[in-house]
């Protein structure tokens, strides 16, 4: 099992930037990847990025592309999100959740290990 505990996000206004940070403990030599998605209230689960634990190769969604960026510090067991130029319609919870392999990365099914999440509201 690797528990991930999310942190960093806040009540910020349009425009402004967050950097949430996701800490794996116990099993993280069990990390090959990382991802992080967002749910807003009333919605479906929605990816935001992944990141390879191996190499540090990132992969976006489409909410993503272009304002924010992902990464990971394997020494310290954790994966960031910098979020950038944020916009009212960010603002949801954000969760990180190790990938289980495979094809994919987009789909909530491609990981286990969800965090509690850290909720980011972004006000216009």
């Known amino acids: 099992q690797v528990q991930f505990v999310e942190s960093g996000g806040g009540l910020v206004q349009t425009g402004d930037s967050l950097r949430l940070s996701c800490l794996a403990s116990?099993?993280?030599?069990?990390?090959?990847?990382s991802g992080w998605f967002r749910q807003a209230s009333g919605k479906e689960r929605e990816f935001v990025a992944f990141?390879?634990?191996?190499?540090?190769?990132?992969y976006y969604g489409n909410s993503a592309m272009g304002r924010f960026t992902i990464a990971r510090d394997n020494a310290k067991n954790t994966a960031y999100l910098q979020m950038n130029r944020l916009k009212p319609e960010d603002t949801a919870v954000y969760y990180c959740?190790?990938?289980?392999?495979?094809?994919?990365?987009?789909?909530?099914?491609?990981?286990?290990?969800w965090g509690q999440g850290t909720e980011v509201t972004v006000s216009s």
């Open positions: 959740a190790r990938w289980v392999g495979g094809n994919t990365v987009i789909h909530a099914t491609d990981y286990d290990n």
């Open positions: 116990g099993r993280t030599f069990s990390i090959s990847g």
């Open positions: 990141v390879n634990w191996r190499d540090g190769s990132p």
